[in-house]
Structures are given as C-alpha cells and as structure tokens.
C-alpha cells in the first residue's frame, strides 16, 4: 500500500507540473500579446492520511489549479492611431464579435477587454484586426448622451463612424463689441449712418449676412447721445428683424456707457445678460450680445470715430470629416476640416467586484461570470474606474525572465517527480524477485 501510494504520487507530481509547464508556455508565447494576463499555476498538497501509530504512511501526492490573473495591468505603449484604446486603471471595454454585429439582430453578446487597436472597417464600425467591435452608447443630434440603465447591456451599440460625414454648425449667437463717435449726434450735424456686416451660417450651412446700421439722433441743441440700431437679414429680404434706440452716458465715470435700450420691433432687450434676440429665416434665433446697461463690455460711443473692435460669433459653414478621437472620458469625437468637431458615441468602462473571476475567450476577452459578479457600466473617470488612454496599447503582464526561471524550476520538479516513479518501480522488481 505504501510503495502504491508513492507511484500515484509521482504520476500526480507530473500532471501537476505538465499543467505547470502548459501555463508557463501560454505566458511565453504571448509575452508580446497586447492586452495579455498571465497565468499562475498553484500546487495543493492532498493528504491521504497523515501517520498513524503504527507508522505507516500513504503519499497523497500533489493537485494544480490555475488562474488567468486579469486584475493586473500591463504598461502602456504609445502609438500614432487615435483609436488606439488603453484602459488605465479598474475597467474594461466593452466589445462584440464582428460576426455577430453583421448579423444585425441586435442581440450581440458584450464581451470585454482592455486594450484594442481600433480602426474603422468598410462599413464605417471601429473594429480590431481580429474582429472586435467597439461598443457605446450614441449621442443625440446635440452632442448630448441619452440615459441609458447602467446595470444592462442592451443600450450598447457597435460604434459606427460616416468618414463621408458632411456637417455644419449653424450660427446662433454674435458677440458685438463696436465703438459709435460721441460727436457724431451734435446739434446741426448730419446724422450718418454708420454700418457693419457679419457673415453667419444659417440651418443648411449657406453663408448668411447681417447688417447692422447706426444711425444717430440729431437734436436740436447740444448732444443727443442716442442712436437707432436696424438689423437687417440677407436670407430675410424686405423690413429688418429688429430695430433697438440705444441710449449712451455722458456723466463722469460712466461715459459712454449704455444706459438704455428701447425695442421697436425684434426681441426684448435682457439687461441681465445685455443680449437681444432676432429671429432668423427657416425658425431660428439669432442671440446678439451687445453689452450690459452701465458697463464698457459691448457697445461704447467715444471719441470720433466708427470702430468694429470685437465680433465673435459661433456656427461654421460644411465640412469633411477628418478624424475620429476618444478622450479620457470615453468620448468619441469626430473632427471636421472646418475646425468643429462633434460628440457623437461615448464608450463607458464596465466594472465587476471580481475581475479574476471572467471567464477568459479568445482574442484577450473575457466574460461575465457568477464568479465575477454583476456588472456595472460608469463613466470613465469616474467611481472606481480609471480612464481610457488614446494612442496607447496596453503591453502583456508577462515576466519572461521569471517565466525562464520558473521553466527551469518545473522541469527538475518534472525529472524528480519521474524519479520517484522510476525508483517505486525497481523496488516493486525487487519485491517480485523475493519468489526467485
């Protein structure tokens, strides 16, 4: 009984150290895999029994088991892509197999990894080599994301970019910073009109002008210190869209300050903000900022002369699509050669209590699991989570040097284990050869 129980000892030595041996190899081979987490082999003694009064003693021999170790990071490398993705820190993205996306049924399962080298395919979905889809929730026509459940995979969809995107921004807001000649509304003058063009973009993305004219009040003594302001609209030909009698200081401290605004047609006048509102054609509104009452922050009359000093305004005319970029936030942005760019998808990192517990696939993915707990999608950045890194790859966790070293370790664990078998074996010859 006991020679029996050395031999099962030392055939259990060698499976424990051939499974050993197998995870070392994993490890080695994908030393270079981007997004690879080793394996760590673990022995356990089994004990059979442990002594007795009589002395004898039976070999239990030895168990393995083994665990993918996903909770550890590797470094991160840079790259030239964008769309190079990098988890750093707690978090995983969320990905589906291309095979099922293109199926289109909608029910494609999440997997999840932490790292992928993304590109837009043939159909416009940012996918790995590999066949990897990116996943996300997509944003309203405003840039805005929708509320999705964060416990549920069912908001997610393929991440999909129009490289053949065509966009504009249209103009909703000018920010007018002009100077009006203090002299200009004398007693006996003549009252010139003193006007400013503004391009703007309207709904469709066609190049639009506003005009603004000035013309002063001539009273009949003295100073007046007043103007009439009309805007008029190219896209609106006909009676202008607004008509405002601006009222200027003259007192100490405030010269040349507004001091009044009254509204013949267009919007009112909000002193809070110091904007006007006109309307413009196909519906909109155009916000004009022309300064708050008593404050030298838009409109001023000094001196003599007529200057535009600041006009700024919002809205661009159409542009190409140009790249695609993801932010720490898990944003996706596209960017268009006019200078815009547009939120459009954000990609958010799910987080599990156990993340040893995945069941690890193909292609450094894994999947949810009773052991791993239940899922939450966050933010990136925020909770537990860390953020998401482009122009980035996250290396492997292996050690080669340690690997080596724990190669050399097995195969003499190996050769001692066969030992132990080769030895049981001539003393069982032995003890057949007491018949002789």
Not at 243 to 257: I, P, R
Not at 386 to 391: K, L, M, T, V
Request: avoid cysteine.
């Amino acid at each position: 009984m006991t020679i029996s129980s050395s031999l099962n000892a030392g055939v259990a030595g060698l499976n424990a150290n051939a499974n050993r041996l197998a995870t070392i190899s994993d490890n080695i081979a994908n030393a270079s895999t981007f997004g690879y987490k080793r394996v760590q082999t673990d022995f356990q003694s089994m004990v059979i029994s442990s002594g007795s009064a009589s002395g004898k003693y039976s070999a239990g021999g030895v168990s393995s088991s083994t665990q993918r170790l996903v909770d550890e990071r590797g470094s991160l490398v840079t790259t030239s892509n964008p769309t190079d993705l990098a988890v750093r820190g707690r978090g995983f993205l969320p990905v589906a197999k291309s095979s099922e996306v293109e199926v289109g049924n909608g029910n494609s399962e999440m997997l999840l990894t932490t790292t992928g080298s993304f590109r837009t395919d043939k159909d416009g979905y940012l996918r790995t080599n590999g066949g990897l889809v990116l996943l996300g929730w997509p944003a309203n026509p405003d840039g805005s994301i929708p509320s999705f459940p964060r416990d549920t995979a069912a908001g997610l969809e393929p991440v999909r970019i129009n490289v053949n995107q065509l966009t504009g921004e249209p103009t909703t807001r000018v920010d007018l910073g002009l100077n009006l000649p203090a002299t200009a509304s004398g007693a006996g003058l003549t009252a010139e009109t003193q006007t400013s063009s503004i391009e703007y973009f309207d709904n469709l993305g066609t190049s639009q002008t506003l005009t603004i004219e000035f013309t002063p009040t001539i009273p009949g003594a003295g100073l007046s210190n007043q103007w009439t302001m009309v805007i008029t609209d190219s896209a609106q030909p006909g009676p202008a869209i607004g008509e405002y009698v601006l009222d200027f200081s003259a007192a100490t401290g405030n010269g040349g300050n507004l001091t009044g605004v009254g509204v013949t047609t267009g919007g009112a006048y909000v002193a809070a903000t110091g904007e006007i509102t006109v309307p413009l054609a196909g519906g909109g509104a155009m916000t004009i900022d022309i300064g708050r009452l008593n404050e030298n922050d838009g409109i001023t009359q000094l001196a003599d002369d007529f200057r535009p000093l600041s006009i700024s305004k919002d809205g661009s005319p159409v542009g190409v699509m140009t790249s695609v970029e993801v932010d720490e936030n898990g944003f996706v942005f596209a960017f268009f050669e006019t200078g815009i760019s547009r939120r459009i998808f954000q990609v958010p990192l799910v987080d599990l209590p156990n993340p040893n517990g995945l069941v690890a696939g193909d292609q450094q993915t894994y999947t949810p699991s009773p052991e791993s707990g239940t899922f939450y999608l966050w933010d990136a950045a925020d909770g537990p989570t860390g953020d998401i890194i482009g122009f980035a790859l996250e290396e492997s966790t292996v050690d080669v040097a340690s690997e080596l070293t724990s190669l050399i370790q097995t195969q003499r664990a190996y050769s001692s284990n066969a030992k132990v078998i080769q030895t049981v074996d001539e003393m069982l010859q032995e003890t057949t050869n007491i018949k002789r």
